[in-house]
């Protein structure tokens, strides 16, 4: 490894903080071993930010873990060196014993670690203040009333309103944000040298996701913190790192300079990537289809109440998921709906299908809006078996490919399963459709006979798909359809579906929280805030010329994956 | 200048980099195991489990084989050796002039008589030799109720002599015989139990998992009065009002009867649970939007993912049923003889006098209950943790 001595070669020695050299992870599974991290080196560097880059299953978690040496059965260390350096002489992590005392001193006063999962990683049964007193008393043997006073203080630094009194509450009163803003007081609480984020705006909306990376970004320079920021959002790294590594495989493929990485890119997978990410910064050039005709679906002031009565009728409470939305679908067009969590997007999108029913409103189906005829059926008066008519013509691609298979169907059997309760195909007629079906999303025919288990997330959407086109629909809808997914695979799933639009003229109505995924697929975008659709527009002027005042700001909270041109610095901030 | 790991120089890689366990291994086999066949391939990585399966095979085959594989009949009493001691095996025999032949024997007993209280106490012989061979003539029976049969597994080769390797009774009968006979009972009144349990269990519990509302809300209601019933005075109850002229098959079914009646709460539970679950998966709202009946749903997509689970459910319930019929046998509102259950054993075992001086009677039956619920229990773990293959 001649070339990792010369990693940081315009760095002083002095500013570094911590080094890894030929770091490697195994995996002793049940049938086979699995090189997670392989020879991994790289620097952190005082007051920089090194971005691990890769996409799932690359190992780029595991090296953290690693390097807090929290990594548990069965995977297990089997070389490298982790160096430390501080104040004192340089510590060699990797040869602290297992839990010993030494590694429990470093992990968190020396190294602190964000998680992905605030959630998980906060306790749920004590306050957020008694689990930050508790690691400063810990690490940094102050009194209580000094842990107390000091608790109330970092809560004031990570932007949470009245720190005194939000103190005395549990993780599941605070919001999402707010968890990940007390999860980072309590990674900074011991002033660690080191910052390890692992994915720490991934659960996050893109606005929220703004001003966490801010909040980070400030207090790393306030204290002069080497950071790792582990992501697979290339426009986070982009708007964030100083120097970049990229994850493949277990091995680290490239790394150097934000700007080199982005407009200079030496290897073959670095250029993929970067040119998957570009790619969905686009529009798809597409004319948009005829909208003069009858529209084909409709959703006429639909709106979802959830609450609860109490016996007597009376109501308790109640919330408005979805409030009072109009839209309209047109033939061969394609209808993103965008908004953050909680929006309602996915509560609109099941109530098009009527797996949620309507509170008010109506939705209103053309069938042969395609030729000009207008006659109109109501969805949400239909009778069952109509619906089910319905449903075989206006179908749904799922956001997660885990768990929308069934894990005991052979792909022949998922494919084949409404082909064969509609009573259309069965015997050797059956695999025969199933076949052409997975021929038609690019999956080979002896993909068959196989369970889901054994594909990966992109193929196991693809599918997904398969089974929505199993009945020859005319309208598809795609809930976050490729939110889970890498983003090389990303892009591929969406040319799979335009191209399966021109072929088999379908119809989508896409519901994402991507906007650049929405800007590559969409004719037309429609904007959820808080139930009710604040903007409609073309893509392109959604997203080059927003109207209202939350789509500017969802819009400019969006990370541009270009180092040149930084966009959530000058981002517009929306108060409703 | 960006850095170029200088790996990029080889074939690009496509996919993570995997190495067998052992060579000759091959990683891809599991990509087309089905569930069942990577459920297996977990369970059978639990040697425990492998083991406690095989005891609790082996108890089902003696109990199948019961006829055949006990020595004498049960019910058949020795009044000339009551509360004889176990005697041991042994392979050879010295004749006069000492020379070692090979000779299957047990040894005989020799009698004492208590000059005050005139209780007669057996002891061990050494001198005297009761030859014992394989597939022996003995007393006639039925194989299974059908067949004539007089042939043994093990038995002393002349009739008439005692061959009592766990020892006998009050009444000369032969504790081997009767664990052999109560194994049969025992284990198959679990079996019994548990599938009518498993029948309300399931099918309650499916009810009130998928419908929800007030059918979840009574089947709930109604798992919590039955779990807060007193078992113990119910079964009291329910057992004397059971007519004393019923056969004591007849009163069999009806104990098993009263026994899952009460236990199928806990799989009912379970499946409720599972139910909740899966219901909520997207693979299940993909069947209902596919077309498919609300029965489809259920019976193919919901029911073949609870399957593994039940079968593990099961394998836990049925040793409770086995101690539910020791308790009940052994309080004497279970089985009652002439039927042979090692509840009904142990009812010989109740004093401490008898304790003291005849212990087989209480050890034997016991360890039985003890070896066969820990075989299940184990079996029960290991088939739950397998029936999970994608957890851990």
């Known amino acids: ?57 690359s190992g780029k978690s595991v090296t953290a873990r690693a390097l807090l040496r929290i990594i548990d059965a069965p995977a297990q260390v089997t070389s490298g060196e982790i160096t430390l350096f501080g104040p004192d002489a340089p510590l060699r992590v990797d040869e602290m014993g297992e839990n010993s005392r030494e590694v429990r001193a470093i992990r968190g006063k020396r190294i602190g670690l964000i998680f992905q999962e605030p959630m998980s990683s906060l306790s749920p049964v004590r306050t957020i203040g008694a689990q930050i007193v508790e690691s400063l008393r810990l690490h940094r043997k102050m009194t209580v009333a000094e842990a107390k006073a000091e608790t109330v203080n970092l809560l004031r630094q990570v932007e949470i309103a009245q720190p005194e009194q939000m103190a005395d509450r549990y993780t599941f009163e605070f919001s999402g944000g707010m968890r990940q803003r007390a999860m980072i007081a309590m990674a900074l609480a011991c002033d660690p040298e080191v910052l390890i984020a692992d994915e720490p705006t991934t659960a996050l909306d893109v606005t929220t996701q703004a001003e966490i990376m801010d909040l ?60 998957a990410t570009m790619r969905l910064e686009t529009g798809h050039n597409r004319p948009p289809p005829p909208m003069d005709g009858p529209p084909l679906l409709s959703a006429k002031e639909v709106s979802k109440y959830f609450g609860e009565a109490t016996w007597r009728g009376k109501k308790k409470w109640g919330i408005t998921a979805v409030d009072g939305v109009s839209l309209d679908l047109w033939p061969g067009e394609n209808l993103g709906i965008v908004g953050e969590s909680g929006s309602g997007k996915t509560t609109l999108g099941k109530m098009l299908l009527r797996i949620v029913e309507p509170s008010t409103g109506k939705v209103i189906w053309r069938p042969g809006a395609g030729n000009g005829d207008a006659a109109e059926r109501d969805v949400t008066a239909m009778p069952k078996e109509a619906l089910k008519g319905y449903r075989r013509a206006v179908r749904l691609v799922f956001q997660d490919p885990f768990a929308s298979l069934n894990p005991r169907m052979t792909v022949k059997q998922v494919v084949g399963d409404p082909l064969i309760v509609a009573g259309l195909a069965s015997g050797s007629a059956l695999e025969d459709r199933v076949a052409e079906l997975l021929d038609m999303v690019g999956l080979p025919r002896d993909a068959m006979e196989r369970y889901p288990h054994a594909f990966s997330g992109g193929q196991r959407q693809r599918i997904g798909i398969a089974r929505a086109l199993a009945l020859d629909p005319e309208i598809i809808i795609a809930d976050e359809a490729t939110s889970a997914l890498d983003v090389s695979i990303r892009a591929q799933i969406l040319d799979l579906l335009l191209d399966l639009q021109k072929r088999l003229n379908l119809s989508f109505v896409f519901i994402a929280h991507d906007i650049s995924v929405v800007r590559y697929f969409c004719d037309r975008v429609a904007v959820m805030h808080r139930g009710k659709i604040v903007e409609t527009g073309t893509a392109e002027q959604i997203i080059t010329d927003p109207q209202h005042d939350y789509t500017q700001s969802l819009i400019s909270a969006v990370p541009n994956p270009d180092p040149r041109n930084k966009r959530m610095a000058s981002r517009i901030r929306f108060a409703s | 200048m960006t850095l170029v790991s200088h790996y990029d120089d080889l074939a690009e890689e496509t996919g993570p980099a995997i190495s067998p366990l052992k060579p000759g291994d091959d990683p891809d086999k599991i990509a087309v195991a089905s569930q069942w066949q990577l459920i297996r391939a977990r369970f059978f990585a639990n040697k425990v489990a492998v083991v406690a399966g095989i005891i609790v095979l082996l108890f089902y085959f003696v109990g199948l084989f019961a006829e055949f594989l006990a020595p004498t009949i049960p019910s058949k009493a020795q009044p000339r050796f009551t509360y004889a001691p176990p005697q041991s095996l042994a392979f050879f025999v010295e004749d006069a002039e000492g020379n070692r032949r090979f000779q299957l024997h047990v040894k005989g007993y020799a009698m004492s008589v208590d000059p005050e209280s005139l209780r007669r106490s057996f002891t061990i012989d050494p001198d005297k030799i009761v ?71 399931t099918v309650l519990g499916a009810l009130s998992g998928f419908y929800g509302g007030w059918v979840d809300l009574s089947v709930q209601r109604l798992i919590e009065i039955i779990s807060a019933m007193p078992t113990i005075p119910l079964w009291l109850g ?111 075992a109740q004093n401490i006098r008898t304790v003291a001086t005849a212990p087989w009677l209480l050890i034997w039956p016991c360890l039985a209950v003890v070896v066969s619920v820990l075989s299940f229990n184990f079996l029960g773990d290991g088939l739950r943790d397998a029936a999970d293959p994608y957890g851990h």
Do not use: C
């Open chain 1, 1 to 57: 490894m001649q070339q990792t001595a010369n990693i940081h070669e315009h760095t002083a020695a002095d500013d570094l903080a911590l080094t890894v050299r030929n770091l490697s992870v195994d995996y002793h599974l049940r049938s086979h071993i699995l090189h997670a991290v392989r020879d991994v080196s790289f620097d952190l560097v005082k007051g920089r930010t090194l971005a691990l880059v890769g996409e799932s299953g």
């Open chain 1, 216 to 275: 980070i970004a400030r207090l790393q320079h306030q204290r002069g913190m080497a950071m790792m920021l582990i992501t697979h959002d290339l426009g986070l790294v982009a708007e964030m790192a100083d120097d970049v590594a990229v994850m493949r495989f277990g091995r680290i493929v490239e790394q150097g300079p934000t700007d080199a990485i982005f407009h200079d890119p030496q290897t073959a997978y670095t250029r993929r990537l970067i040119d």
């Open chain 2, 131 to 201: 030859p014992v061979g394989f597939f022996v003539k003995g007393e006639p029976y039925k194989m299974w109720g059908v067949f004539e049969m007089e042939r043994r597994l093990l038995g002393a080769i002349n009739k008439r002599d005692p061959m009592n390797l766990l020892g006998t009774d009050s009444l000369g009968r032969d504790l081997l015989s009767r664990v052999i006979y109560g194994t049969r009972v025992s284990m198959s009144i679990g079996l019994i139990g548990v599938a009518s349990s498993l029948i309300i269990g």
């Open chain 2, 238 to 348: 329910l057992a004397a009002a059971i007519p004393i002229t019923w056969s004591p098959l007849k009163v069999y079914f009806v104990i098993t009867l009263i026994v899952s009646l009460l236990a199928w709460t806990g799989l009912a539970r379970e499946v409720r649970g599972r139910f909740f679950a899966l219901k909520g998966e997207d693979f299940v709202t993909a069947a209902t939007l596919d077309g498919s009946s609300q029965r489809r749903v259920i019976f193919r997509h919901i029911l073949p993912s609870l399957t593994s689970h039940i079968l593990a459910v099961v394998t836990l319930a049925i040793p409770t049923m086995i101690v539910a019929e020791t308790a009940l046998s052994f309080l004497g509102i279970g089985l009652k003889a002439p039927v042979v259950s090692w509840g009904v054993l142990l009812q010989d």
